[in-house]
C-alpha cells in the first residue's frame, strides 16, 4: 500500500491511497469475474494472465469529524485494458515471429535443393568431360605421335569439365545465398513494421 496526501490546519483530509489487493482476499465475486475476463480472452486465443494483484486507487477526502471515502475503479479498467493490450502485443508478435522464422527456414530449403541440385549437375557434366578425354587419349592407341597430341587435348578437356562444374556450383550457391538473403530481408521488415 502507498499512502500519499495532507491534513490541514483546519482539519480537511486529502489523501490518495494505492492498494493492491491479493486475489485471494479479494473475495468470491472479485475473483469470479476476473476468471470470467480471463476465460473470454482464452477463448479469443489471447493469453491474458491472471494477475496476482487487484489495483486500486482509493481517495479520502472531507476532514476528519467527515471523511469521505471513494474507489477510484478506472484505475482497475485502465488495468485491464493495459494487460489486455500487453497479451495482444504479446500474441501477434508471436505469430509475426512465427512467419518471419516459417519464411526463412522454406528459403533455406529451397537453397539447400538448388545446391544439390547443382553439385548433381556439375558431376555429370565433370563426368562426361573426363569420359571424353579418356576416350580421346584411348583412341590414340599405341601410336606415339597421337599420344603426345591427345594427352595435351585430354588435359584441356579435363580442365574445361572441372571449370564448368565449379562454375555450376559457385552460380548456385549465389542464388541460394541471395534467395535466403531476400527471406531474412522479408523476415526483418515483417518484424519491424509489426
Known amino acids: 500500500m502507498k499512502v500519499a496526501g495532507s491534513n490541514g490546519l483546519d482539519q480537511s483530509l486529502e489523501y490518495l491511497v494505492d492498494l493492491r489487493v491479493p486475489r485471494a482476499m479479494a473475495g468470491g465475486a472479485a475473483n469470479q469475474a476476473l476468471a470470467g475476463l480471463v476465460s473470454q480472452a482464452g477463448k479469443a486465443r489471447v493469453d491474458l494472465e491472471a494477475s496476482p494483484e ?3 486507487a482509493i481517495r479520502v477526502v472531507g476532514t476528519v469529524m467527515n471523511p469521505s471515502v471513494k474507489v477510484n475503479v478506472g484505475t482497475l479498467a ?3 485494458a493495459s494487460t489486455v493490450t500487453k497479451a495482444v502485443e504479446k500474441t501477434v508478435t508471436a505469430k509475426v ?4 522464422t516459417r519464411m526463412v527456414q522454406e528459403a533455406e530449403q529451397r537453397a539447400a535443393s538448388i545446391k544439390l541440385d547443382a553439385q548433381a549437375l556439375a558431376d555429370r557434366v565433370k563426368a562426361e ?3 571424353r578425354a579418356d576416350s580421346l587419349v584411348a583412341r590414340a592407341g599405341s601410336n606415339p605421335l597421337l599420344k603426345v597430341a591427345a594427352k595435351p587435348a585430354g588435359d584441356k578437356l579435363r580442365r574445361e569439365a572441372d571449370d564448368k562444374a565449379a562454375k555450376i556450383v559457385r552460380e548456385a550457391d549465389q542464388r541460394a545465398e541471395t534467395l535466403i538473403a531476400a527471406a531474412r530481408e522479408r523476415a526483418a521488415k515483417s518484424r519491424s513494421e509489426r
Open 129 to 131: 568431360g573426363h569420359a
Open 78 to 80: 485502465t488495468t485491464a
Open 97 to 100: 515471429s512465427a512467419e518471419a
Open 54 to 56: 487487484i489495483p486500486l
